[in-house]
Every structure is written in structure tokens, then in C-alpha cells.
């Protein structure tokens, strides 16, 4: 398959991890790290919200891990618009997209919400031949796991 001829659904990936937005900055930095992933779509069911990026979780970091699991990755997350983009859209287009927003990955969005994530990862695969196109449904992994962060224990008083 030529390049123009592919679109977001071809090169997308489908089996992502994304976090829900009530969740902390924590969740969202340890997720990215045991996924060995960059992006991290906020979703609310299906519903893409934004996608978090290593680079704005290290970012926001500021207090110790007790104020890291106390805020939520909501606030993270700019008011500027994100582009999405559906499943049929040419790659040039979503080359074009991600030029002009200045992003380096764009959902995908489908009639039943997000269904994958075109990164310039996928975009430079596509460029080099490297695409397994496939016509699989996707799927969104929200909070595969939960975190709670390990306080250093305070000494108890002693009862004589």
C-alpha cells in the first residue's frame, strides 16, 4: 500500500493505555513507565479528553509523591483544543494536523469514541514501509492497575 493511499486506521495504534481523569499525576507517570509509552490519552469511558505527554507530567512534577497522588491529571491538561481525527482520515492529513496544532500524536475517534492514536512514531513507520495494516478494533486499557504511594511510616507514640 502506497503511503497516500494510507489512513489514521492503518497506521494507528490500536491497544492503548490511557488514564481516566480523576486519576493523579502519579498513576499517569507510572502507567507511561510500565507501558513504555509517551502519550497517555485522559479518557472518560470512550471519550477522549486530552492526551498527557511524558514531557507535561515531568513538567507540572512539583511536592513529594503525597502531593503528586492528590491532584488529578484533569488539571494537566491545557484548555487548547486538540485535533482529532477519524479512522478514515489520510495520513497527509493528519501529517498536516499534527504540524499545525505542534503535536506529535492525535486520537482517533470513531462513532464509539476513541478506537486508537496516531504518534510520529506511526507516522515515520508509515514512511518507511513499515505498517501492518489491519482492520482489528482497537482497545482502550483504562486504569489497568491502581497505585498508592508508600509513606515513610511516622515513629507512634509510646504507651507506658
Given at each position: 500500500m502506497s503511503v497516500e493511499s494510507l489512513t489514521a486506521g492503518h497506521v494507528m495504534s490500536r491497544v492503548l493505555v490511557a488514564v481516566r481523569p480523576d486519576e493523579s499525576p502519579l498513576m499517569?507517570?507510572?502507567?507511561?513507565?510500565?507501558?513504555?509509552?509517551?502519550?497517555?490519552?485522559?479518557?472518560?469511558?470512550?471519550?477522549v479528553l486530552g492526551i498527557l505527554t511524558r514531557e507535561q507530567v515531568a513538567a507540572s512534577w512539583s511536592g513529594g509523591l503525597q502531593e503528586q497522588s492528590s491532584r488529578q491529571v484533569r488539571t494537566l491538561l491545557g484548555c487548547e483544543r486538540r485535533p482529532v481525527v477519524p479512522p478514515d482520515a489520510s495520513l497527509v492529513k493528519v501529517a498536516a494536523m499534527m504540524l499545525d496544532s505542534g503535536c506529535d500524536a492525535v486520537p482517533v475517534v470513531g462513532e464509539g469514541g476513541l478506537v486508537g492514536l496516531v504518534t510520529?512514531?506511526?507516522?515515520?513507520?508509515?514512511?518507511?514501509?513499515?505498517?501492518?495494516?489491519?482492520?482489528?478494533?482497537?482497545?482502550?486499557?483504562?486504569?489497568?492497575?491502581?497505585?498508592?504511594?508508600?509513606?515513610?511510616?511516622?515513629?507512634?507514640?509510646?504507651?507506658?
Open positions: 499517569a507517570w507510572e502507567l507511561m513507565r510500565r507501558a513504555g509509552v509517551h502519550h497517555l490519552p485522559v479518557v472518560d469511558g470512550r471519550h510520529a512514531w506511526d507516522m515515520l513507520a508509515a514512511v518507511a514501509g513499515r505498517v501492518r495494516t489491519t482492520e482489528e478494533a482497537g482497545e482502550v486499557i483504562a486504569g489497568m492497575f491502581h497505585l498508592e504511594p508508600v509513606l515513610p511510616r511516622t515513629p507512634s507514640p509510646r504507651h507506658a
